[in-house]
């Protein structure tokens, strides 16, 4: 009988443990930067795609962020890499008529700043796989990291 209590004490944790297992966050966190993917919307009649991520800082000071805006990019199913029409950060607009290398942004701790990217002439039947998203290391200056997110 007291086999059995054991065996069924150890049989119940690691079923409640599985059951309330969660996903692991650190999986879309590179830099002590977390992105999330909010929307993605295909705009048929205006041949558009729009993209809509959210981006965290954890570190304990503000960070400036640098994007590197003609790295920065969507890839298709095909793996045809799109550069963006406009991308806006927070209040910050860059066009790509503007021929602005960098974004910059002062991102705070904990504090979710939507960075929304668009593509004009976004062919009809196209699906959008991944955004790669180019930015400069936090720690050393000069150094960018490619981040691929699904969408």
Same mark, same amino acid.
């Given at each position: 009988?007291?086999?059995?209590?054991? &065996?069924?004490? =150890?049989?119940?944790?690691?079923?409640?443990? /599985?059951?309330?297992?969660?996903?692991?966050?650190?999986?879309?966190?590179?830099?002590?930067?977390?992105?999330?993917?909010? @929307? +993605?919307? +295909?705009?048929?009649?205006?041949?558009?795609?729009?993209?809509?991520?959210?981006?965290?800082?954890?570190?304990?000071?503000?960070?400036?962020?640098?994007?590197? @805006?003609? /790295?920065?990019?969507?890839?298709?199913?095909?793996? @045809?890499?799109? &550069?963006?029409?406009?991308?806006?950060?927070?209040?910050?607009?860059?066009? $790509? /008529?503007?021929?602005?290398?960098?974004?910059?942004? &002062?991102?705070?701790?904990?504090? #979710? =700043?939507?960075?929304?990217?668009?593509?004009?002439?976004?062919?009809?039947?196209?699906? #959008?796989? @991944?955004?790669? &998203?180019?930015?400069?290391?936090?720690?050393?200056?000069?150094?960018?990291?490619?981040?691929? $997110?699904?969408?």
């Amino acid at each position: 009988m007291r086999y059995f209590r054991t &065996l069924l004490t =150890v049989l119940l944790l690691s079923v409640g443990g /599985a059951c309330f297992a969660q996903e692991d966050p650190s999986s879309n966190v590179l830099d002590d930067l977390q992105t999330d993917v909010k @929307t +993605v919307k +295909v705009d048929a009649k205006k041949d558009s795609l729009s993209i809509e991520l959210f981006l965290i800082s954890y570190q304990m000071n503000p960070r400036e962020f640098k994007l590197n @805006t003609f /790295a920065t990019q969507v890839v298709d199913e095909k793996g @045809t890499s799109h &550069l963006y029409s406009s991308m806006k950060m927070g209040r910050v607009t860059v066009n $790509i /008529a503007d021929r602005q290398n960098y974004l910059h942004y &002062l991102l705070e701790e904990n504090v #979710p =700043v939507p960075l929304t990217i668009k593509i004009g002439a976004w062919k009809k039947g196209s699906v #959008p796989k @991944t955004v790669k &998203l180019v930015f400069e290391d936090s720690t050393e200056e000069g150094k960018f990291i490619t981040k691929e $997110i699904a969408l």
